[in-house]
Structures are given as structure tokens and as C-alpha cells.
């Protein structure tokens, strides 16, 4: 998990973003959320997610719905019962096979943040 994070922080940070490993957002229930990583570049804030796998889905869709002003992203292991590509609003399920698979897979994400 570190390299995975480490690759992400190296992308976001290139790219000019303020990071910050193990950090957490309240959302608009007060409640404050857990990130891996929480990149901030002027407006624009994305959060890093690796969830245990028991409980994934309920959640990084929770949230997700408690902060909809962020940017989620959660990497799963393509062994994962929940693997799957899938993209809701502002979750992004980004299903990886290695470091650089997911390195590729982010950075095109990234651009879909960056520019829409």
C-alpha cells in the first residue's frame, strides 16, 4: 500500500498540489473522515482512499456523500470481490493490477479532475 501511495503523492505533487498523508476532512454531517492521502490545489481537493474490505462499499460511498466537494479515489486490487472501474459523481473505483498499472490509470483520471 505505502508504493501505491507514494506513486499517487509523486503524481499530485508534480502536478502542483499540496499533500498531506493520513489526514481527514469534516464532512457537511460534522463527522470527520479518514484519508490515506489529501492532495489541495486552489479549489480543487482529492482524497486517496484505501478502505479495509470488509467494509468498502458502504464506506467510500458515505463519503463520498458527505463530502461532495471532494474528489475520491479509491485504488482496489484486481483480486478484490469488489473490483470494479466505476465512477459516481465524485467516487472514482479504479481497479489495478500493479504500482503501474495504477500509476496510468490515475494520471488519466487526474486529468479528468483537472479538467472537467
Given at each position: 500500500?505505502?508504493?501505491?501511495?507514494?506513486?499517487?503523492?509523486?503524481?499530485?505533487?508534480?502536478?502542483?498540489?499540496?499533500?498531506?498523508?493520513?489526514?481527514?476532512l469534516?464532512?457537511?454531517?460534522?463527522?470527520?473522515?479518514?484519508?490515506?492521502?489529501?492532495?489541495?490545489?486552489?479549489?480543487?481537493?482529492?482524497?486517496?482512499?484505501?478502505?479495509?474490505?470488509?467494509?468498502?462499499?458502504?464506506?467510500?460511498?458515505?463519503?463520498?456523500?458527505?463530502?461532495?466537494?471532494?474528489?475520491?479515489?479509491?485504488p482496489?486490487?484486481?483480486?478484490?470481490?469488489?473490483?470494479?472501474?466505476?465512477?459516481?459523481?465524485?467516487?472514482?473505483?479504479?481497479t489495478?493490477?500493479?504500482?503501474?498499472?495504477?500509476?496510468?490509470?490515475?494520471?488519466?483520471?487526474?486529468?479528468e479532475?483537472?479538467?472537467?
Amino acid at each position: 500500500m505505502k508504493a501505491l501511495i507514494e506513486a499517487i503523492k509523486e503524481k499530485l505533487e508534480k502536478r502542483g498540489f499540496e499533500v498531506v498523508l493520513n489526514d481527514t476532512l469534516e464532512g457537511i454531517s460534522g463527522i470527520q473522515h479518514r484519508f490515506d492521502l489529501l492532495a489541495r490545489k486552489e479549489e480543487i481537493v482529492i482524497c486517496v482512499d484505501i478502505p479495509n474490505p470488509s467494509f468498502m462499499l458502504p464506506a467510500v460511498y458515505g463519503k463520498a456523500i458527505d463530502l461532495p466537494w471532494v474528489k475520491i479515489l479509491v485504488p482496489v486490487k484486481e483480486e478484490n470481490p469488489c473490483s470494479y472501474d466505476h465512477t459516481i459523481d465524485n467516487l472514482s473505483m479504479i481497479t489495478y493490477k500493479d504500482v503501474e498499472d495504477l500509476t496510468r490509470k490515475f494520471e488519466r483520471k487526474l486529468k479528468e479532475f483537472l479538467y472537467s
